[in-house]
């Protein structure tokens, strides 16, 4: 029996193709609103804070994080923190935005980033209070 399934390789392909639509329209509504250079630093922000959030979800098909409970894989809550962290001090620090050739965003950029990465997980939570939905009601 192979390890991914039918339905698994189907979520996966949903929260990418979901995290990629988000990722494509921040940098759409970016290019229209700021430089080139801020453009491509907003998509990166929520291109590696969707992936950071995403593995939060990816623990179960069918919970919830919260019915799960965030904290119970202290492990992971580890990584995303110390993820999270990098990722900031990349972004915030001269050396990090020189390195990495990133604009300068204010904090409120930043939050925008952050907000638009919560979006791909959202769905994906969304998704499994669907489909525990339809199958009471069948």
Known sequence: EPMLGRSEWALILQTGLALAATTFGVFAWARAHRSVQEARTLTFATLVFGHVVMSL?????????????????????????????????????????????????????????ALCALAPITFLEVAKLARRFGRRHR
């Open 57 to 113: 979800a990816f623990r179960s098909k069918d919970r919830t994080l919260w019915e799960i409970g965030p904290l119970t894989n202290l492990r992971l809550v580890a990584v995303v923190a110390l993820s999270t962290v990098a990722q900031a001090s990349i972004m915030l620090t001269a050396v990090g935005r020189r390195l990495f050739q990133i604009a300068d965003l204010s904090p409120g950029s930043l939050g925008i980033a």
